[in-house]
Nanobody, 119 residues
Framework: QVQLVESGGGLVQAGGSLRLSCVAS????????MGWYRQAPGKQRELVAV???????NYAHSVKGRFTISRDNAKNTVYLQMNSLKPEDTAVYYC?????????????WGQGTQVTVSS
């Protein structure tokens, strides 16, 4: 069973920075795609950034140029560096691990970490 534990959330002023971390247990981290999603009150969960097992990245248009996703396979950890934060970035941020093959689909979520950006 995989567990994902996020950390690094908090309260920051607009224009500030935070770095989120997500540590994964288990043995499939290095072959899994890792993503960060967020959900603001009253809104649907949305993709923020994703990084493939090979290191390719993709970002939501709203965060491109401000956020950077990275991974350290030796530490089973994925990061989200968030710069130039805006009040609209306020949300609960969730880490996701996804892997699929012909046998099964593995799709795991962390418990979330709150990010609040004050204006």
């Amino acid at each position: 069973q995989v567990q994902l534990v996020e950390s690094g959330g908090g309260l920051v002023q607009a224009g500030g920075s935070l770095r989120l971390s997500c540590v994964a247990s288990g043995s499939i981290f290095s072959i899994s795609a890792m993503g960060w999603y967020r959900q603001a009150p009253g809104k649907q969960r949305e993709l923020v950034a994703v990084i493939s097992s090979g290191g390719s990245t993709n970002y939501a248009h709203s965060v491109k140029g401000r956020f950077t996703i990275s991974r350290d396979n030796a530490k089973n950890t994925v990061y989200l560096q968030m710069n130039s934060l805006k009040p609209e970035d306020t949300a609960v941020y969730y880490c996701n691990m996804y892997y699929s093959d012909y046998l099964a689909v593995y799709d795991y979520w962390g418990q979330g970490t709150q990010v609040t950006v004050s204006s």
